[in-house]
Nanobody, 123 residues
Framework: QVQLIESGGELVQAGASLRLSCATS????????MGWFRQAPGKEREFVAR????????YYADSVKGRFTISRDDAKNTVYLQMNSLKPEDTAVYYC????????????????WGQGTQVTVSS
């Protein structure tokens, strides 16, 4: 079983920064990408960022480009999402996910998911 555990979400004011972490444990699997998604109340889950596990290349949703940075620490088996200049519209539950096949922005291509961490940005 592959386990993903997110942490770092909290209540902050607009303009603040947060760093989310996603620690991976359990059985080894050949991942091709790690991604971050988010889901706000009453909305569909949406792609935020991903990093290719083979090339290390990141990719971002337009809504977070220039403000969020995804990174990885292979020694710690952890992926991070640095979020700067947070806006109220960034409020959501943030999920970490791992893909073992196609590297896309589609949630259904990600096989393993964490439980989510709440990020709330007040205006």
């Amino acid at each position: 079983q592959v386990q993903l555990i997110e942490s770092g979400g909290e209540l902050v004011q607009a303009g603040a920064s947060l760093r989310l972490s996603c620690a991976t444990s359990g059985r080894t699997f050949s991942r091709t990408a790690m991604g971050w998604f988010r889901q706000a109340p009453g909305k569909e889950r949406e792609f935020v960022a991903r990093v290719s596990w083979t090339t290390g290349r990141p990719y971002y949703a337009d809504s977070v480009k220039g403000r969020f940075t995804i990174s990885r620490d292979d020694a710690k088996n952890t992926v991070y999402l640095q979020m700067n200049s947070l806006k109220p519209e960034d409020t959501a539950v943030y999920y970490c996910a791992a893909a073992g096949g196609s590297v896309t922005t589609n949630s259904y291509d990600y096989s393993y998911w964490g439980q989510g961490t709440q990020v709330t940005v007040s205006s």
